[in-house]
């Protein structure tokens, strides 16, 4: 399931990005509109869960 949150928050990025690009704003609305939309279905992405990085003393 995270898999595919994390492909459709790619594919929002990407049409944010075509929005960004296009010189026609009634294009550049849709774009944003199907990205949000896609956003909304992907939902908040859980915190990752990999190994975290050991703390590093220094002496001073």
């Known amino acids: 399931m995270a898999q595919n949150r994390f492909h459709t928050r790619q594919a929002a990025m990407a049409l944010l990005k075509m929005a960004k690009a296009t010189s026609?704003?009634?294009?550049a609305a849709r774009l944003v509109e199907a990205a949000a939309e896609l956003k909304e279905q992907a939902g908040e992405l859980p915190p990752p869960t990999g190994p975290k990085a050991a703390d590093i003393q220094t002496e001073g």
């Open 24 to 27: 026609d704003p009634n294009v």
